[in-house]
């Protein structure tokens, strides 16, 4: 086998391992939140007119992970997203070979800041005027960066940047530059 042939096998079991973690981490930050007893109640929101109205626990309802990922990407060489084999309704990934692969994943009924893989390798900050998480090297993985913008009442979007060769300052920048673009084109913070 040549030299060339033994790089190609080593990538390809990488991108994998990346593919696997990736599925991996999809998977945790979907998971449910445990139950609270209780009666639920919506929270109270003041319009223009100065009446309340119960705020959308569902802010992301008819949104495609697919479509918000692709406008963010458009123009970086990327082919069209496909929807994530960890949540086929939620997430979405494109995939550039030779550079790596960025995620979307859409979540009502998760807090932005809930759920985190590695939370001592966490930064907080804003994306646009929202609040978010940026968290290194996610899944324990040198070349990958996950930010998780709020969404208000209680959603968020998670972008994630998994590239097959960098360390996390260029994932965290690509993950950072897709998370600026997905922010405008979120339901507002109402």
Same mark, same amino acid.
């Given at each position: ?6 790089? @190609? ?25 445990? $139950?609270?007893? @209780?009666?639920?109640?919506?929270? %109270?929101?003041?319009?223009? $007119? ?11 309802? @008819?949104?495609?992970?697919? *479509?918000?990922?692709?406008? &963010? ?5 990327? %082919?069209?997203?496909?929807?994530? #084999? ?10 550039? &070979? ?26 907080? @900050? ?6 978010? #998480? ?33 360390? %996390? ?7 950072? *530059?897709? &998370?600026?673009?997905?922010? %405008? ?6």
């Amino acid at each position: 086998m040549s030299v060339f042939a033994v790089h @190609g096998v080593v990538g390809r079991t990488r991108r994998l391992y990346q593919l696997a973690g990736l599925a991996a981490l999809t998977l945790i930050l979907t998971a449910c939140d445990s $139950s609270v007893g @209780g009666n639920p109640s919506p929270e %109270p929101s003041v319009g223009s $007119s100065g009446a309340t109205a119960p705020l959308s626990n569902t802010p992301l309802a @008819g949104m495609s992970s697919c *479509k918000t990922l692709d406008q &963010a990407i458009a123009g970086q060489g990327f %082919p069209a997203s496909k929807p994530s #084999i960890a949540d086929l309704e939620h997430a979405c990934d494109a995939l550039k &070979a030779g550079y790596g692969d960025i995620g979307l994943n859409l979540q009502d009924g998760q807090s932005y800041d809930s759920d985190l893989i590695n939370p001592i390798s966490t930064k907080t @900050g804003n994306v646009g005027h929202r609040r978010a #998480i940026l968290e290194l090297q996610t899944n324990h993985q040198s070349g990958a960066c996950a930010v998780s913008i709020e969404i208000k009442p209680k959603s968020r979007a998670i972008v994630l940047a998994v590239l097959s060769s960098a360390g %996390p300052d260029e994932a965290c920048a690509e993950a950072r *530059k897709v &998370a600026e673009a997905v922010e %405008p084109l979120l339901p507002a913070n109402t």
